[in-house]
């Protein structure tokens, strides 16, 4: 039921008309215009209810308009309103939207059209999606509902809790796909009076009425109850049967692709113990914001508004079933639900032939203009995907190329491994390594070789003051012309010249001039304090000795 204001009910309440407008494209026409106004909805079959449906609304409207004004598949959207003698007005309320299907004029100029609402949007393959498949089955509803163009009825998504796992339905029409969802459930698809894709129930009973029929009808007629609902059963494409509980009572079967036996017992905690009371009223006169899938009292007994056809006149009667209805999508060209059974069959057997010959290329590919388009191609040779005109990925016999950004969190490349979204690399060459990405971390001296820094490496071959810590020098042997023989000066302790003579004639060499000696001492014996200022040699075998003069600084 929609939800309608306390004055829309205080006029429902007594003596009231209806008045009806249709909104084409934009321009709304009257009772001045319209001649007549009907509309037809259902939810689930004939004879008894079938489950796992996504029938569509239909309209028929008469009224006097220019044809030429009217663009093709234009929008026809009929509202209600109530009046009562007071001429007090009720808000408009919503009763579909729906788009021109047929048209013709009449030589009195009544221009007559036919249409249906946007279930038949649902009619192809889906042309894009942006879920990760498998995806949950809400989210899917919800998708394709976006690709119609509507939104998803608060009712359906506290109804669809089970989040079952559908796979990317590639071989399915996005209609297909919905009553397959729908058959887990126990429901049907429809769009509603407030343009929302809508899942209908069969089970979905309230405890008490929305609308109840009592007189106000030409006739009403009853069919026995079915028997309480003990067992129902979920069958597959290839035959594949769950069922779960009993056959004592009314077992309840629907078909679906993705049955599983958890999706088998889920049904059956929602259906056991459900009974089904067919009924059918012609000409009630029902509240007009009365929805597919409202409560019915009726002879005192609950049951269930499933099929409703309503003739907009001032009386807004309608014909209402449970279920009594066939589907109203007859003149738009499509194809049954057992021809593309069929069809798919034969197009997996051929699809393998084709394989095990090798000698016919598939090919499957989307055509469009929006943000979405994408294609993809397989033959014998290759297989590439597309988006926007750009191939994204090409594969054949020397590899994969993608032209893009690949994203992942593990996996392997080569040699390599992805962990936590790290790239792990076991080995590595790398020609060129800028200085500048090493920012962080120590470069361990076990990755230094031996002798393996020399001077020209260092930016000027030079140990400026200050470049060598205490101790830096001890024990180690410093090389010929390391050292400048002028102005250098030691103070602290000289121990490492030990009493070898070479050594100290090497000393001797490498202080001349105006070398200074402060405080020094030769294995801990203080030797020299002052300044050297001698020039005296003395050649002993072949050497040249200097001699010491000192004086004090």
């Given at each position: 039921m929609q939800t309608t204001s306390a004055l829309y009910q205080s006029i429902l309440a007594g003596d009231h008309r209806v008045e009806v407008k249709v909104n084409i494209n934009g321009v709304d026409y009257g009772i001045d215009k319209i001649t007549s106004v009907q509309t037809s909805r259902?939810?689930?079959?004939?004879?008894?209810?079938?489950?796992?449906?996504?029938?569509?609304?239909?309209?028929?409207?008469?009224?006097?308009a220019e044809s030429g004004l009217i663009p093709r598949m234009a929008e026809m959207k009929p509202y209600v309103r109530l009046v009562n003698e007071s001429r007090q007005q009720s808000e408009w309320i919503p009763k579909g939207t729906f788009?021109?299907?047929?048209?013709?004029?009449?030589?009195?100029?009544?221009?007559?059209?036919?249409?249906?609402?946007?279930?038949?949007?649902?009619?192809?393959?889906?042309?894009?999606?942006?879920l990760s498949w498998p995806a949950r089955d809400i989210d899917a509803v919800g998708e394709i509902a976006e690709i119609m163009g509507l939104t998803v009825d608060a009712k359906t998504t506290s109804l669809m809790t089970s989040a079952f796992s559908i796979p990317m339905p590639v071989n399915y029409t996005m209609r297909e796909t919905l009553q397959y969802i729908a058959a887990l459930y126990g429901g049907s698809?429809?769009?509603?009076?407030?343009?929302?894709l809508q899942l209908v129930c069969l089970w979905?009973?309230?405890?008490?009425?929305?609308?109840?029929i009592g007189t106000s009808c030409r006739r009403l007629s009853n069919a026995p109850a079915l028997a309480a609902c003990t067992g129902v059963k979920l069958v597959k494409e290839d035959g594949t049967e769950y069922t779960a509980g009993t056959t004592s009572g009314y077992v309840y079967e629907a078909k679906s692709p993705w049955a599983t036996q958890a999706a088998a017992n889920a049904l059956l905690a929602r259906m056991s113990g459900f009974v089904y009371r067919p009924?059918?009223?012609?000409?009630?006169?029902?509240?007009?914001a009365a929805e597919i899938g409202d409560t019915i009292s009726e002879n005192n007994l609950l049951s269930s508004l499933f099929s409703c056809d309503i003739n907009f006149d001032s009386m807004c009667a309608a014909n209402i079933e449970a279920p009594g209805y066939e589907e109203l999508d007859h003149e738009y060209p499509y194809e049954s639900s057992e021809n593309r059974?069929?069809?798919?069959k034969m197009n997996n057997f051929q699809s393998e032939l084709t394989l095990q010959a090798q000698a016919i290329a598939a090919k499957v590919s989307r055509v469009g203009g929006d943000a979405h388009t994408f294609g993809w191609y397989l033959d014998a040779d290759h297989f590439s995907l597309a988006s926007n005109g750009q191939t994204v990925m090409y594969v054949d016999d020397e590899g994969l190329t993608v032209n893009g950004t690949v994203n992942a969190t593990a996996g392997n490349i080569g040699g390599c491994t992805i962990q936590n979204g790290t790239l792990h690399v076991e080995n590595a060459n790398i020609d060129n390594l800028n200085a500048g990405k090493i920012t962080s971390g120590t470069l361990p001296t076990g990755r230094i070789g031996l002798q393996s820094i020399t001077g020209?490496?260092?930016?000027?071959?030079?140990?400026a003051s200050g470049h060598l810590i205490d101790g830096a020098a001890v024990n180690r042997v410093i090389g010929n012309s390391a050292v400048s023989y002028s102005k250098t000066s030691f103070q602290g302790t000289l121990d490492q010249v030990g009493t070898n003579t070479a050594n100290i004639d090497t000393l001797y060499g490498y202080f001349t001039g105006s070398a200074h000696f402060q405080n020094c001492q030769i294995d801990g014996i203080f030797m020299f304090a002052g300044k050297y200022i001698g020039t005296t040699t003395k050649t002993v075998d072949g050497r040249t000795l200097y001699y010491l003069e000192w004086r004090d600084p």
């Open positions: 259902a939810a689930f079959g004939t004879g008894r209810p079938v489950l796992g449906l996504a029938s569509a609304g239909e309209i028929s409207l008469s009224l006097y788009y021109i299907d047929t048209r013709k004029t009449d030589s009195n100029g009544l221009l007559e059209l036919t249409g249906f609402d946007a279930m038949l949007k649902a009619e192809r393959t889906q042309p894009w999606s942006e698809f429809i769009v509603s009076d407030r343009n929302t979905d009973r309230a405890a008490s009425a929305d609308v109840t009924f059918a009223a012609e000409g009630a006169i029902i509240n007009p059974v069929f069809n798919r020209a490496k260092i930016a000027d071959e030079t140990l």
